[in-house]
Nanobody
Framework: QVQLVESGGGLVQAGGSLRLSCVISGSTFTIYNWAWYRQTPGKLRELVAH???????DYADSVKGRFTISRDNDKNIVYLQMNSLKPEDTAVYYC???????????????WGRGTQVTVSS
């Protein structure tokens, strides 16, 4: 089983920056895609950014040019650098990985428990 633990959330003023981290641990696995999602009360969880095994990244239009996703394969950590934060970025941010377990070939689709980001105006 895979565990994901997010950290780095908090309260920041508009225009500020935060860096979220997600540490991935557990069973032996191969990850094909790492992603960050966010969710606010009453709304669906939305994809913020993702990075695939080849290092190709994609972002929601609302965060392009402000957020950067990256990963450290050796440490099994994925990051989300968030700059020029806006109040509308306030949400719970979740880490997600998709791939497969090495020895069973079972699909892997795991989520962290989330970290709160609050941007004050």
């Amino acid at each position: 089983q895979v565990q994901l633990v997010e950290s780095g959330g908090g309260l920041v003023q508009a225009g500020g920056s935060l860096r979220l981290s997600c540490v991935i641990s557990g069973s032996t696995f191969t990850i094909y895609n790492w992603a960050w999602y966010r969710q606010t009360p009453g709304k669906l969880r939305e994809l913020v950014a993702h990075i695939n095994g080849g290092g190709v990244t994609d972002y929601a239009d609302s965060v392009k040019g402000r957020f950067t996703i990256s990963r450290d394969n050796d440490k099994n950590i994925v990051y989300l650098q968030m700059n020029s934060l806006k109040p509308e970025d306030t949400a719970v941010y979740y880490c997600n990985v998709r791939g497969s377990y090495l020895y069973t070939a079972q699909p892997l689709d795991a989520w962290g428990r989330g970290t709160q980001v609050t941007v004050s105006s």
